[in-house]
């Protein structure tokens, strides 16, 4: 080995361990302290959330449809707060490679564990504990703080569901009102009027007789999701929505947040809609072929 060799490695390794060092030392402070903030993801994290998540999505659902990507063009160069709606693990890979932008997200604590808790820094994660009240009252503060210290497009994705809601069914009993607390503090904080949120709804197409490659691909990705993960799932659909101002909605939370998820149920009967039409259009041509 000559020595130009041997001091790029040398090099690559120092650059290396202060990458570790670095990361590991905020994905502890994430994974420990209530309403810690990481710094704002950059351009190399938000690649490597889209490298990741298109790997997943060709891993756990398949070829996706993509409806509304105009509405993101609209709200480009204002601070956003996406609303995805949440069926399945696989929904970050439908997500996150179409917002086109670094956006915050919150994650759930007890999943920050080993190496996860440094991609989430990286990667601009808030930490959350549902099951305690000051970790979500710090949770909720750090999402406001983040979004005004981060700047004009800034931007921060919430699954409002906290949970998986794997018959994609919408009720606003199941929503959390915090994104609604977090879009109005943030328009106070920052005095910035154009604050929006933009509903997001996902649905599966699936096919209980699905085989080949697409099953070897799927079942190994229900290995690596744990439970539960739809082993069937051959295509997807995101729905995005039209913005909503938070300076639009009502003054009472309760009606705001109804307003909300009345525009992510919207979302969502579109995705279904759509999802059925695809398995349809599969089903016939594999009759045809019959």
């Known amino acids: 080995m000559n020595i130009p060799t041997l001091l790029t490695l040398v090099f690559l390794g120092v650059v290396w361990l202060w990458w570790y060092g670095y990361w590991n030392y905020?994905?502890?402070k994430l994974h420990s302290e209530d309403g810690y903030i990481p710094p704002a993801?950059?351009?190399?994290?938000?690649?490597a959330?889209?490298?990741?998540?298109?790997?997943?999505r060709f891993l756990l659902a398949g070829s996706c449809t993509i409806i509304g990507r105009e509405n993101l063009a609209?709200?480009?160069?204002?601070?956003?707060?996406?609303l995805p709606s949440h069926v399945d693990e696989a929904d970050w890979s439908l997500v996150f490679p179409e917002l086109g932008r670094p956006s915050r997200y919150m994650a759930s604590r007890d999943q920050l564990t080993g190496i996860r808790k440094r991609l989430a820094a990286f990667t601009g994660a808030l930490a959350v504990d549902n099951t305690k009240r000051k970790s979500r009252g710090g949770a909720l503060e750090a999402a406001i703080e983040a979004m005004v210290k981060d700047g004009q497009r800034a931007a921060l994705t919430i699954f409002m569901q906290g949970m998986l809601v794997r018959d994609n069914v919408i009720s606003v009993d199941d929503f959390k009102p915090g994104a609604v607390r977090i879009g109005k503090a943030v328009v106070e904080r920052s005095g910035d009027s154009t604050v929006a949120y933009v509903p997001?709804?996902?649905?599966?197409?699936q096919d209980e007789t699905v085989g080949g490659l697409r099953r070897y691909f799927n079942e190994l990705g229900?290995?690596?999701a744990r439970r539960g993960l739809m082993v069937n799932n051959v295509g997807a659909v995101l729905v995005i929505g039209e913005p909503i101002l938070v300076a639009s909605l009502p003054d009472d939370d309760i009606e705001a947040k109804a307003v909300l998820v009345a525009a992510i149920e919207e979302c969502s009967n579109r995705a279904?809609?759509?999802a059925a039409e695809k398995l349809e259009e599969r089903?016939?041509?594999?009759r045809t072929k019959s």
Do not use: E, L, N
């Open 200 to 205: 997001m709804a996902v649905a599966y197409v």
């Open 272 to 274: 279904k809609d759509v």
């Open 74 to 82: 609209t709200v480009k160069d204002q601070r956003v707060i996406f």
């Open 26 to 28: 905020h994905g502890r």
């Open 283 to 286: 089903k016939a041509k594999q």
């Open 49 to 56: 959330m889209a490298t990741t998540s298109y790997i997943g």
């Open 41 to 47: 993801p950059g351009c190399r994290a938000t690649k």
């Open 222 to 224: 229900a290995k690596v």
